[in-house]
């Protein structure tokens, strides 16, 4: 049996497309459901049909498994609003952006234009039952009764190569589409030298540098804060889906944090800083997740949640697209009247 071949769209931000139909993806899958390493998940099929605006290209992703750098990927994009709700991966409430290849896509004709039809005559090599099968890596009885998962987090490294961060095409690519502004591009060239020569012209001496620079040109001050504790305190605020909360200063927050600037075991990223004293509303409490390396169901110890439009902004980790949602401790957070 053939796979059904489709020229890449070269698809910008804001562009509309559809997403084609369940018989037009499933020809163009292997047997184990993947287009370039890339799965195809049964929680997409209920989006085939619908029309939706392209969020972001998806040339490069931040590799969350092995945490190498940046992988380059080939024809997909992430489109707005449309993430995992886990239904067929175990309930995991990570909530990523999904992955959408090309070839799963088509353009929208503007008034007056004409659609050209596709030929799906090319036998389907997968089935439904194929795509579910295909949610699991190994069987319980093979990974000692706890089930294994598979999704495009945990296939990422196999649907990308490495991208050196010294390729300054990436940067290119992302303006030409719309992911970045100039500006933006260059932000992400100025930290990622700043990062790198912090161990060579003193790392207060940078601090301090660029600080000044921030406060001439308004921007934040330096945002990584640092942990000094043992033993990391909790806070219950009873938080639940609805309620508005303000995010704590970083010096209030970096009070909770040990040496390697967690609370309880939960990293506060750099990303993080960015949303201090802001006002949000409680999205949902995550409690599991999956383990992108292993494949398993993690259970998350105590609080954590996901605020709503709370998300990495890639504004220190190259300007990634891929806008994974932040994990909140309780502690981290202020009720508010609102």
């Known amino acids: 049996m053939r796979r059904l071949s489709l020229p890449s769209l070269k698809l910008s931000v804001g562009e509309i497309v559809e997403i084609r139909s369940k018989?037009?993806?499933?020809?163009?899958?292997?047997?184990n459901g993947k287009l370039d390493g890339l799965p195809f998940m049964p929680e997409m099929l209920k989006h085939c049909g619908r029309q939706f605006r392209v969020y972001r290209r998806a040339d490069r992703t931040c590799d969350t498994i092995t945490s190498t750098g940046m992988r380059r990927m080939r024809d997909a994009v992430h489109l707005e609003m449309i993430r995992c709700d886990g239904a067929f991966h175990g309930s995991c409430q990570a909530?990523?952006?999904?992955?959408?290849?090309?070839?799963?896509?088509?353009?929208?004709?503007?008034?007056g234009e004409i659609e050209n039809g596709t030929d799906i005559s090319?036998?389907?090599t997968c089935t439904d039952a194929r795509l579910l099968q295909m949610t699991?890596?190994?069987?319980?009885?093979?990974?000692n009764d706890r089930e294994i998962f598979s999704c495009q987090a945990t296939e990422l490294l196999r649907a990308t190569r490495p991208l050196s961060p010294w390729d300054l095409r990436q940067y290119c690519r992302d303006i030409y589409s719309g992911n970045i502004t100039l500006r933006q591009a260059l932000r992400a060239i100025f930290w990622r030298v700043f990062r790198?020569?912090?161990?060579i012209a003193g790392y207060r001496l940078q601090i301090w540098f660029y600080n000044a620079i921030q406060r001439v040109r308004g921007g934040h001050p330096f945002p990584y804060v640092q942990g000094q504790l043992k033993k990391t305190p909790s806070q219950k605020l009873q938080l639940h889906p609805?309620?508005?909360?303000?995010?704590?200063?970083?010096?209030?927050?970096?009070?909770?944090?040990?040496?390697?600037n967690c609370n309880r075991g939960l990293f506060f990223d750099v990303e993080m800083t960015s949303y201090c004293g802001g006002t949000f509303t409680?999205?949902?409490?995550?409690?599991?997740?999956?383990?992108?390396?292993?494949?398993?169901?993690?259970?998350?110890?105590?609080?954590?949640?996901?605020?709503?439009?709370?998300y990495c902004k890639a504004d220190y980790h190259h300007a990634c697209p891929r806008s994974i949602y932040h994990y909140w401790?309780?502690?981290?957070?202020?009720?508010?009247?609102?």
């Open 122 to 124: 090319a036998s389907a």
């Open 136 to 143: 699991h890596g190994l069987s319980p009885n093979e990974c």
């Open 242 to 260: 609805g309620m508005v909360v303000k995010v704590r200063k970083p010096e209030q927050i970096a009070a909770t944090l040990d040496t390697g």
């Open 23 to 31: 018989a037009e993806i499933l020809a163009t899958l292997d047997g």
């Open 329 to 338: 401790r309780e502690i981290w957070l202020e009720r508010t009247d609102r």
């Open 95 to 111: 909530g990523c952006l999904l992955f959408w290849k090309e070839a799963w896509l088509k353009r929208v004709p503007t008034s």
């Open 196 to 199: 790198v020569t912090r161990t």
């Open 282 to 310: 409680v999205l949902r409490r995550v409690e599991r997740i999956i383990d992108e390396r292993t494949g398993r169901i993690v259970t998350l110890p105590g609080d954590c949640l996901i605020l709503d439009g709370v």
